[in-house]
């Protein structure tokens, strides 16, 4: 009975709230809405459905003006638009509702109008909502038909699925971010951030009407203007072209680990980007455009000029050029630039008796090219001679994912990089490329003749030395360099010219690993070990010290160096030297603080440093390293052993694929190549590379796919147990993608729901690189623009290789075969 009475009276008071808000409407005011009869007033707000944004009354810091804005739902006041920033109200007695035309407005304590959404034709039965992204937005109640945004009025913060842009945006306005005046006054301040979309689109931020900073080209993945920027999946960021309506914009998805990151250009014009951090409960700011000091300001070095914030003087002209006004340089005001010591070919008197000879262009490795880009049709093998022909193209460039850009205005508003940045060819005067390889000869021949007396005197003493004591040891190693020459003739390398490298003495390699000592030990490789060193100067290296008893040691060193020496790539290491004294054979690379990506990866204790996005970055840089040596590189390279062990992580995780101990070089137009030396790793192998010796770029493929499915599920291929049985992650993969479960392949530590597109995609691009039938596989370029969605329909799957077939192990996971190397197998 006392139940009853309880359930009575809860009845009873859902029913006489029922009553109150239909009677008196404001009292039952929606969380997220504003209706006709609804009014916003004093210290009531009202939140988004997912309780992310609020909207209410605000009042900033040292001022006593009031206005209506649109904020996160934190602690520490983060105001994301504001409504009344032309008229702020001198208390908080205003209020904001539905007027009788259907327009949302704010009045003042006085009753006045101080902002309104100002639509000319609009319903009179319209409801006002503040929707889960931060966007407040203006309906029609009979249709739901959008009559007005905040999103489409921007103030100073860009949020994810905001569009920031030109032309005439959603509903008819201008889009584009514009400062606050200080940080306690919203008025609009000298500041305005846009998207530049002429010609080829860049993110620009204007002081007034002139340019203060830009982001550099787009290449539909990242701005190449940023050299923090590396990924797609670091940013999420995307430029629409809307044709039909002729508007262009930027937008983003939010691809942090931090659920609440937006940006914000503040008032002294600097972009930042800023995520909340729950533990410490405060705003944290992760980048920033004007990070790296005077050289982000644009055009800070005029016309002409360089801009290299590590150097003692942050502007010099760029080469073959000169101040155009000496005295103010040497004052360090740099802005009139600078101008050519020699005039180029067509613009010569033709009576001058160098007309015929013709310019020539000086490479510039890792700037942010000029501003005022011309894109133009040029591939990239014509891109040169097409500036060369035209007589206003002073500079060219040409970058994958733009194609070619020629200058032809002042080049302006460049900056020297130490990571990342373009290519960028300077045309100049025959003369100065001329002087420059005079004296460059010149150089040359003083080292030469240097070098000739210095090898004369060392040979003599080592003749003599070792004829006395060593004749048989130097004997054995002239011998060994022979053979390895012979091998790598019949690899198919004999037409690489090893440029020399550098050659560390037995005991600069002892003292650096302090006579490789246990502790110094990173690890055992097939053929042989790896130690950490530090060499006198302080540099930090690893040294792979082939073992003696490998009877494959001495072809695979030879074909590393021969290999690795004509390389240079962000995502390969990196080979600083050799030694091959005392019998030893070792190699010296760069040290990679974050060791192999094996370690990070299937170490549980290690695992949590790996979250969603950095995974993304590391498939994306060892696809981009893999482009390289198939076709980007002077050499075009089958690596052979593309597996997790193999790939090194820098100190900011950026991977390196290294071992090229089995890597072929493939001359002309060879595609692919027949071997009865089979070697590799089980678990990466091709099929028709494991069964009949037949490799390629496709066969690489293979194993980047295998690679990237073991990324993303954090697990190896072949120490995978489903239902008490030892199945690979490839066959694990492949159910799930015919169950429609594919999202469950990804690793559930990392798994959050709006990655589930992304993770779908990247298991779908694992699975097409796994067929069975090397045809059917994509290259790596088309890998890379699916992973990108720049390809947006993926083809379906094919059946993919071994599916059929269980481990021959026992089901205990440390029997893993994942990192067993085989080798000198008869292909059948």
């Not at 889960?132 to 489409?152: A, C, I, P, Y």
């Not at 070990?529 to 530090?534: A, R």
Request: aromatic fraction near 10%.
């Amino acid at each position: 009975m006392e139940f009853c009475r309880k359930v009575r009276f809860l009845t009873l008071c859902q029913q006489l709230f029922l009553i109150i808000s239909v009677l008196f409407p404001k009292f039952g005011i929606s969380r997220d809405t504003i209706t006709a009869d609804q009014f916003l007033e004093g210290s009531e707000t009202i939140l988004s459905n997912s309780q992310d944004f609020k909207m209410g009354f605000f009042s900033p810091e040292n001022s006593t003006k009031y206005y209506i804005g649109i904020m996160f739902n934190v602690p520490s006041m983060a105001v994301v638009w504001v409504a009344n920033r032309y008229k702020p109200m001198n208390d908080s007695r205003g209020s904001m509702g539905i007027s009788a035309n259907g327009n949302l407005i704010v009045l003042d304590g006085e009753k006045r109008v101080v902002w309104s959404s100002s639509i000319s034709s609009s319903p009179a039965n319209t409801t006002a909502q503040l929707l889960d992204t931060g966007n407040l937005v203006l309906k029609d109640s009979s249709s739901g038909s959008l009559l007005w945004e905040s999103f489409g009025e921007n103030s100073d913060a860009f949020l994810e699925k905001m569009k920031v842009g030109s032309g005439v945006m959603s509903l008819d306005m201008m889009n584009e971010l514009r400062s606050w005046k200080s940080p306690w006054d919203p008025s609009p301040g000298s500041f305005s951030c846009r998207l530049q979309p002429q010609n080829i689109p860049q993110v620009v931020i204007q002081k007034n009407s002139k340019i203060y900073w830009r982001t550099g080209p787009w290449n539909k993945q990242i701005f190449i203007g940023l050299p923090h920027m590396i990924s797609f999946y670091d940013y999420g960021f995307q430029i629409i072209n809307d044709n039909p309506r002729g508007i262009t914009y930027i937008t983003y998805t939010n691809m942090k680990q931090y659920d609440k990151v937006h940006y914000v250009l503040n008032s002294t014009g600097c972009l930042l980007e800023r995520y909340w951090d729950e533990e410490k409960s405060q705003w944290l700011v992760t980048w920033e455009s004007c990070g790296s000091g005077q050289c982000d300001m644009y055009g800070k070095c005029g016309p002409f000029g360089v801009c290299d914030p590590s150097a003692s003087k942050s502007c010099s002209c760029l080469q073959g050029y000169k101040p155009r006004n000496e005295m103010e340089w040497g004052k360090g005001n740099w802005s009139s630039g600078c101008i050519r010591n020699a005039a180029l070919q067509c613009h010569r008197n033709n009576s001058d008796e160098a007309t015929s000879k013709k310019d020539g262009f000086l490479k510039l490795q890792m700037v942010k090219v000029p501003d005022f880009a011309l894109w133009v049709s040029s591939l990239n093998d014509s891109c040169e001679t097409d500036c060369l022909s035209n007589c206003s193209c002073l500079a060219f460039s040409y970058y994958t994912g733009i194609g070619c850009l020629h200058w032809s205005e002042d080049l302006i508003d460049v900056q020297q990089f130490s990571s990342g940045g373009a290519d960028l060819y300077i045309r100049l005067a025959y003369s100065e490329l001329d002087q420059k390889k005079e004296r460059k000869d010149h150089k040359v021949i003083i080292l030469v003749i240097t070098l000739s007396i210095c090898s004369l005197v060392i040979a003599s003493c080592m003749y003599f030395g070792l004829v006395k004591h060593r004749g048989k040891k130097w004997n054995h190693i002239i011998h060994w360099g022979r053979i390895s020459s012979k091998n790598m003739h019949r690899e198919g390398a004999s037409q690489v010219e090893l440029d020399d490298l550098p050659v560390f003495m037995f005991e600069t390699i002892a003292k650096a690993t302090q006579n490789f000592h246990s502790d110094n030990k990173l690890g055992q490789g097939g053929f042989g070990s790896v130690y950490k060193g530090k060499l006198d100067d302080g540099q930090d290296i690893a040294v792979k010290r082939l073992s003696e008893s490998s009877t494959q040691g001495q072809k695979e060193f030879m074909n590393e160096v021969v290999v690795i020496s004509k390389l240079q790539h962000r995502n390969l290491v990196r080979l600083l030297g050799c030694c091959i004294e005392r019998g030893e054979k070792m190699l010296v690379y760069e040290f990679m603080p974050n060791g192999s990506l094996d370690a990070l990866l299937f170490d549980p204790n290690k695992e949590v440093f790996l979250d969603w996005t950095k995974r993304f970055m590391i498939i994306e840089g060892i696809g981009r390293g893999l482009l390289y040596l198939h076709r980007d590189s002077r050499l075009r390279i089958i690596h052979r052993d593309l597996k997790t062990s193999n790939i090194l992580l820098d100190e900011q995780l950026n991977p390196k694929i290294s071992d090229f101990g089995l890597a072929r070089i493939f001359g002309g137009n060879q595609n692919q190549a027949n071997t009865q030396r089979v070697v590799g790793t089980y678990g990466y192998m091709a099929p028709e590379y494991a069964m009949k010796g037949r490799f390629s770029e496709k066969s690489d493929v293979y194993s980047f796919g295998v690679l990237l499915l073991e990324i993303v599920s954090g697990r190896k291929n072949y120490a995978f147990y489903h239902d008490d049985f030892a199945i690979s992650l490839v066959a694990h993969a492949w159910k799930l993608w015919n169950s429609e479960k594919i999202e469950e392949v990804a690793d559930p530590k990392v798994y959050e729901m709006h990655f589930k597109m992304s993770i779908r995609r990247f298991v779908h691009v694992g699975l097409l690189c796994v067929q069975e039938y090397a045809d059917d596989r994509p290259n790596v370029s088309t890998v890379l623009s699916m992973l990108s969605s720049e390809i947006v329909e993926l083809p379906h799957p094919k059946q993919p290789a071994f599916i059929g077939m269980q481990s021959y192990l026992h089901n205990k996971p440390n029997n893993s075969v994942n990192g067993v190397t085989i080798s000198d197998i008869e292909g059948r």
